[in-house]
């Protein structure tokens, strides 16, 4: 969001009519004339127009703490002058007038800006902002000798206070800062709390209590000092909803997130949405469902993933894993709420999903699975011709033939296969396509291989290619085919043996449950190590599958106590983690040999062969591409799924599908843009949550599951939420997408200038170091040099990306080098793209 004056920020109410709020006055600012909405602030104005104030109390987004009694009426940084009026105005608090006349900086707001920092920096560790080593300095060891509480702490590269504190000047007679241990407290969730380092800016305050309208914090005075702290000896007990707001608009490090990743600081910040392959919108969906509105949750997230209604049910929710709530008690059930919202889908989506008219254009799509059904939803709506081959006599792929059906229902698949077919889509089933060659002949421009890991992996001892030893995707397709138990078919006889401990396993031996048979399902480490996810293995428990740990298969024989076949096993014990991370199978040496009837290997799938595509496979066979287009290297033919990702996921799966869909769409001379706005109704989160007793202990709720003894048939298991759960879930979202929201403080401005001769020129010929930028100023490079006018000079049109630079003298150039370096990993986790020579050639 772009720091404006014109802005409606999202603190305010509505108040005024529109034709109220769209006038505007000139004033003047430092001899300039601004135009500024009736009722901005100066400080909000003169923002607008790129002028510099420092404050630390105003921020952007919200209103001005100073009017609330912060400090002695706030940090007074942001004094301006005023022709007509006497003494200093502090420009949060002023609102413009027409012909207004200010000055933003003269010798006597200087002084007092820096007599106000230094009475800040009294109450504020500061030493290391006067050290002449504070660059790349860890605040951890001090060559001056100075105690750890008067040094600043680890965010100080990014702090504001340091920054504003740089721009203004720390005066000589900045008093000493003298600590009064207030609390530090870094055990309780997410936030890290060093009251320490409070300014008492009260923006927090602010936040918290009048914008949110939690209201967990107070003004708190120890030994005359003030500060804000919780209303509770804890967050928890204070009624704290774990927002962010706070953290994220304070100028210190009084207030610090720790689950943040630097290097990723936005994805960190909503990482439920960061961690869908897709990119689906979850904080929106869910709080639409928490309001009941399935349709236009359901809208939000057609806007990403046409097949709500299967990974709704078969989802491995990544964005569940990733949910903030985890750190807190429990992760939201996403995708949960996402199935209730498409099982109650009102259709609202359908009126902004538009269909382009034909192109003339025709692509192939081969392999009617998850990938290869949003690659010809997509190019279907971007109005090509698609023919979709699939060697099955149905579509779905692996949803269909490897997922059972008490998992995703066939009338699910086949309701959203429909949506594909209703754009015109040909389906040609039982077709099998070897060749490439022979599509183009045809008149296809573009081809789609989505065709999967079909094979299944053997298990790589002796008698695995027995009858009555069978691989995993060949049984899961037997048993929805209903091809399991039949004349002709795989039999299961009494007792089954599966090998593998992931969610594979759990479906092939939940299914065999299913047939009458018992199951063992054998894995070689321990629980804690299997892979499977936590409801899958529940389901195993609930339903009587015999789970064996610490046994892998060593040879399988034909026939042993009444039974087709005998499997011997090795005992084994765990050693050293391996390179996955778990701890390694032994070999104890010791056997036992049992019989069973069907002995079914889930330890691992894989692509069969490529050979008529004319594409590169890898080393395990499956087809190399392009990330950014799923082009393989054979030009006009694409590729995406399993049979790129190996066994992966349906939504990774779709995410790769339309990445291909936009690649191809180009190709087939469109935009590109397959990108859809589902919901247009303008609604936003609420920023003001409120308080809510006990929403920071309330637990995860479950959906409603069939009763373990009804569970003899393929009737869908999990089934949902109901309406009042489904929102009460729901309710329990942190709403982490506000905090994304907030402004970025305006920050003092930095000296770069744009890489171009004539600026270059004026640089001196001394040594020291450089720093490249690129459009967004974010740093490109940073290296030492002997002579920086010529350094930078063979930088000039090197690079598309370079568009700016800074630069300082230093002597001893290497050394700084290594101390910017050093401070802008402590900032960003990473170092910038190019450090050194090595580098810059790379980069350049």
């Known amino acids: 969001m772009s720091t404006s004056a014109q802005t409606v920020k999202w603190w305010k109410p509505a108040a005024a009519p529109l034709a109220e709020t769209a006038k505007t006055v000139t004033i003047s600012l430092d001899g300039k004339k601004v135009e500024a909405p009736v009722g901005a602030s100066l400080l909000s104005a003169a923002t607008a127009a790129g002028v510099y104030i420092p404050s630390l109390c105003a921020h952007p987004d919200l209103p001005p703490s100073c009017q609330r009694g912060a400090g ?76 750890v509480e008067q040094r600043c702490c680890s965010i100080f590269h990014t702090c504001e206070l340091r920054k504003v504190s740089d721009y203004i000047g720390i005066p000589a007679t900045t008093p000493n800062y003298k600590p009064i241990q207030l609390p530090v407290i870094k055990d309780e969730p997410f936030y890290d709390r060093d009251y320490n380092l409070c300014i008492d800016c009260r923006r927090c305050l602010v936040a918290c209590n009048e914008v949110r309208g939690v209201g967990c914090l107070e003004v708190k005075e120890t030994e005359g000092r003030k500060w804000v702290g919780t209303i509770a000896p804890t967050l928890i007990e204070s009624g704290c909803k774990f927002c962010s707001a706070c953290v994220t608009v304070c100028p210190t490090g009084a207030l610090t997130d720790r689950t943040l990743d630097p290097a990723r600081r936005e994805a960190s910040m909503v990482p439920c949405q960061a961690a869908c392959p897709a990119g689906i919108d979850v904080p929106r969906y869910v709080q639409l469902a928490a309001e009941g509105k399935y349709g236009e949750a359901i809208a939000v997230v057609r806007e990403k993933l046409p097949f709500p209604g299967i990974v709704g ?110 754009l015109g889509v040909e389906f040609r089933y039982n077709t099998r396509v070897e060749n490439a060659d022979e599509l183009f002949s045809q008149g296809y421009e573009a081809v789609f291989i989505g065709i999967g890991c079909q094979g299944g992996d053997r298990l790589g001892v002796p008698g695995d290619d027995l009858p009555g030893v069978v691989d995993s995707p060949t049984y899961l397709k037997a048993a929805t085919m209903g091809l399991v138990n039949t004349p002709d078919g795989i039999q ?33 480490r321990t629980k804690e190590e299997m892979p499977a996810r936590e409801e899958e293995f529940d389901g195993c428990v609930e339903e009587s599958v015999n789970i064996r740990y610490l046994l892998a298969p060593k040879k399988i024989e034909t026939g042993h106590k009444g039974h087709r076949l005998a499997i011997t096993y090795a005992r084994m014990a765990l050693g050293e983690p391996d390179a996955s991370g778990r701890r390694r199978p032994v070999d104890t040496g010791e056997e036992l040999t049992e019989g069973v009837d069907l002995v079914i290997a889930a330890v691992g799938q894989h692509p069969k062969t490529f050979d008529g595509f004319g594409v ?38 779709i995410a790769q599908g339309r990445i291909a869909a936009a690649a191809m769409d180009s190709q087939l001379g469109g935009d590109g843009d397959i990108e859809e706005k589902l919901l247009q109704d303008g609604w936003e989160t609420n920023p003001r949550i409120g308080r809510e007793e006990g929403f920071n202990r309330t637990r995860k709720y479950h959906p409603i599951m069939l009763a373990a003894d009804l569970r003899n048939n393929w009737d869908e ?52 170091v450089y720093q490249l930028l690129d459009a967004d100023k974010k740093v490109l490079a940073i290296k030492g040099v002997e002579n920086l006018r010529e350094g930078l000079q063979g930088m000039i049109g090197k690079s598309d990306e370079a568009k700016y630079f800074v630069f300082e003298e230093a002597p001893f150039f290497s050394q700084r080098e290594n101390q910017l370096v050093q401070a802008y990993m402590e900032q960003y986790g990473s170092m910038p793209k190019g450090v050194g020579a090595d580098e810059l050639d790379d980069l350049f």
């Not at 979202?733 to 600026?759: F, G, Q, T």
Request: include cysteine; glycine fraction near 10%; aromatic fraction near 4%.
């Open 616 to 653: 590169q496979v890898d080393k395990k066979g499956r087809i190399t591409v392009r990330a950014d287009s799923m082009l393989t290297s054979r030009p006009g033919v694409y590729a995406g799924g399993d049979c790129v990702l190996g066994p992966s996921t349906l939504i990774e799966s």
């Open 72 to 147: 002695d009426s706030g940090c007074n940084l942001c004094v301006v002058e005023i022709e007509g009026t006497s003494g200093m105005r502090t420009s949060c608090a002023v609102a413009v007038e027409e012909g207004m006349a200010v000055r933003t900086t003269s010798p006597a707001i200087q002084k007092l800006r820096q007599e106000r920092i230094a009475k800040i920096l009294g109450n504020h560790p500061h030493n290391c902002l006067t050290c002449p080593q504070r660059e790349g300095c860890s605040r951890t060891t001090c060559s001056f000798g100075n105690p």
């Open 492 to 524: 299961t006889g009494t007792k089954v043996a599966v090998i593998g401990g992931g969610n594979v396993a759990t479906d092939n031996a939940r299914s065999s449950r299913r047939f009458g048979a018992e199951v063992d399902m054998v894995y070689r």
């Open 313 to 422: 049910r078969a989802c491995f929710a990544m964005c569940e894993s990733a949910c903030r709530r985890n750190k807190l008690d429990d992760p939201l059930s996403i995708r949960s709420l996402k199935r209730i919202a498409a099982d109650n889908d009102t259709g609202l989506w359908r009126q902004y999903s538009k269909q382009l008219p034909s192109t003339g254009k025709k692509a192939a799509v081969i392999g009617a699975g998850p990938a290869g059904l949003t690659v010809a939803y997509y190019l279907a709506k971007k109005g090509h011709g698609v023919t979709l081959f699939d060697a099955q006599p149905a579509a779905g792929g692996m949803a269909r033939y490897g997922i059972p059906s008490y998992r995703v229902p066939l009338d699910v698949i086949d309701n959203e296969v429909a949506e594909v077919s209703k």
């Open 717 to 768: 298991v999990e089934k949902g939420f109901d309406d009042a759960t489904a929102r009460a879930e729901a309710a329990r979202c942190l709403k982490c997408n506000l905090a994304a929201r907030i402004e970025d403080m305006v920050l003092p401005p930095e000296s770069w200038l744009e890489l171009n001769e004539a600026n270059v020129a004026g640089v001196t010929t001394e040594s020291g």
